[in-house]
């Protein structure tokens, strides 16, 4: 079993919907947790950043973590065809500062 | 913002030989890290760096090994390619606990 789990998708929704992205994890251990966005022949680029439990808003996103049933979630709001990418979740325990522990990501696509 | 440099977007090298892949960080972070992308497996850690000169395996090194002479700069050699190399390759630094940080990738083909 991977130790952070994350449905790929692909997950194709109307311009304007709100998107729901999850992972779940296995380690206890795990604190800090972070969504990436990669589009296309790009690399990874930071979107969300949690420690511990509860939600975080940046504009349209919200990241939650929910540490008592190990889930982590994304929400888009009003999503835009700008959003279309591949989403990664990851996390770290606090004494691992070094190395994070990936999910395999989620293809999404907003049509316009 | 910080700036991840890799130095080829992609590349084309031939079975057995030796690979030199580049990547450079304007933001004085301490740690330095290599990855490969491949579908349905995500990101997987090759090699990581925490200071100069300083190295430790990831999940997959074998194959591999990193030089890291200078702050700024983690390179990553494969000694004698194979085509269970082709892959995209990605670089990130982080600061201390901070977030780690992309380069564009590096996309390998191996003949």
Known sequence: ?112 | DVKVTQSSRYLVKRTGEKVFLECVQDMDHENMFWYRQDPGLGLRLIYFSYDVKMKEKGDIPEGYSVSREKKERFSLILESASTNQTSMYLCASSSRAQPQHFGDGTRLSIL
Not at chain 1, 38 to 44: A, D, E, I, T, V
């Open chain 1, 1 to 112: 079993q991977k130790e952070v789990e994350q449905d790929p998708g692909p997950l194709s929704v109307p311009e304007g919907a709100i998107v729901s992205l999850n992972c779940t994890y296995s380690n206890s251990a795990f604190q800090y947790f972070m969504w990436y966005r990669q589009y296309s022949r790009k690399g990874p680029e930071l979107l969300m950043y949690t420690y511990s439990s509860g939600n975080k808003e940046d504009g349209r996103f919200t990241a939650q973590v929910d540490k008592s049933s190990k889930y982590i979630s994304l929400f888009i709001r009003d999503s835009q065809p700008s959003d279309s990418a591949t989403y990664l979740c990851a996390s770290r325990d606090s004494g691992s500062a070094r190395q994070l522990t990936f999910g395999s990501g989620t293809q999404l696509t907003v049509l316009p």
